[in-house]
């Protein structure tokens, strides 16, 4: 086990990272950042930030000899960059969850071999591959790029074959993968933490709503449908975590369609659905990541109420605060983030209760 006093390095300085290092501080760790930015929120409550570039490798080995280990809240950092930090350090999660997460076919291709379900999809490396795709697919559709998307980037959808043209430009003309859309009912997401020693903790699961890509609200208890597919769903998670064998938190979203489930994606980190759990759980998402990233036993997940809603501030959202700061039952978190653009995540406010 890490003792306290330890230092854990954080690759990337977004919120997660922000509430990650909130987590190890109670813990008694010190949190080193590694990112790019010049301000990153992780870095306002961070012992130290090393601003560099994830292909600096001379960056990368200094940022190595000044921590104890590495965890990550980000999972587009480059494998390369893992793979020479595990060569000095001890890096949880690994190159392997990355590896997978980074590219939508192999994690489809993964999940599939697992005794997953996905939605239909087949690969697109080019504009004619594309109308192969539709041909086989069907539309409506969506094109998604197979690396680098996230929160609805890197997207475009098709309505009829026409629109093949305008969706591949939309893309930027990269590799991808066409994914049939399919009747579901609701999303949900499955949370879990897997120790080093391979022992696993689950929470609840939520119900999750989108808005324009983006997620919105995190809510439990979820509807009966998601109840009944909720075990099957949990099974294979923690089958995909132990094969990968993941350190930390993983989450992996689903589709609860009316003929059984089907796994949509998975972030090899803590998620923005699990923000409830920080006053919704006995154990926050976050402290069982540093935990298992420690080394420390992990600890239990059980709702501390039945009911618990978490909203996202997302863009000017953020403006209402002396309101929410004023509203006895809002547990207010803000990312400490300058600009309130579109579509950017400010904070989230979690309510427990009716």
């Not at 960056?59 to 965890?71: G, P």
């Not at 919105?216 to 909720?230: F, G, I, K």
């Not at 700061?325 to 009716?354: F, N, Q, W």
Request: hydrophobic content about 45%.
């Amino acid at each position: 086990m890490l003792p306290p006093g330890s230092t854990i390095g954080i690759l990337g300085g977004g919120q997660l990272g922000r509430m990650l290092a909130l987590a190890a501080a109670e813990l008694g760790y010190r949190c080193h950042i590694f990112a790019p930015e010049t301000d990153p929120p992780a870095a306002d409550v961070s012992a130290a930030h090393t601003r560099a570039d994830y292909a600096d490798t001379a960056a990368l080995s200094a940022f190595a000899q000044r921590v104890d280990v590495v965890t990550l809240e980000w999972e587009n950092v480059p494998c390369a960059a893992v793979r020479q930090l595990a060569g000095q350090v001890a890096v949880h999660p690994g190159a392997q969850s990355l590896e997978v997460a980074q590219d939508r076919m192999a994690e489809k291709q993964s999940v599939e071999w697992l005794g997953g379900r996905c939605a239909p999809w087949a690969q697109v490396d080019s504009r004619e591959a594309l109308d192969g795709a539709i041909a086989q697919i069907g539309v409506p559709a969506i094109l998604k790029t197979r690396r680098f998307g996230y929160d609805g980037k890197g997207q475009a959808r098709l309505h009829t074959a026409s629109d093949a043209d305008a969706a591949w430009a939309a893309i930027g003309q990269q590799p991808a993968i066409l994914e049939a859309m399919v009747d579901f009912a609701h999303e949900y997401s499955v949370i879990l933490c897997r120790g080093a020693d391979g022992t696993m903790v689950d929470w609840p699961v939520p119900v999750n709503l989108h808005k324009g890509g983006i997620l919105a609200t995190s809510s439990l208890p979820p509807p009966a449908l998601v109840r009944e597919q909720a075990p099957a769903a949990v099974a294979l998670a923690r089958t995909v975590a132990e094969k990968l064998g993941h350190v930390g938190v993983l989450t992996c979203e689903f589709f609860a369609c009316r003929d059984g489930l089907r796994f949509n994606e998975m972030a090899p980190r803590v998620h923005n659905s699990g923000h409830w759990t920080i006053e919704g759980s006995e154990t926050s998402q976050f402290e069982n990541h540093v935990r298992a990233v420690a080394g420390l036993p992990l600890r239990p997940t059980a709702l501390v109420n039945p009911r618990v809603t978490m909203t996202n501030l997302i863009g000017d959202d953020v403006a209402d605060w002396p309101r929410l700061m004023s509203d006895p039952a809002a547990h207010v978190h803000l990312y400490g983030k300058g600009e309130a653009r579109p579509g950017r995540k400010m904070g989230h406010v979690t309510r427990l209760g009716k």
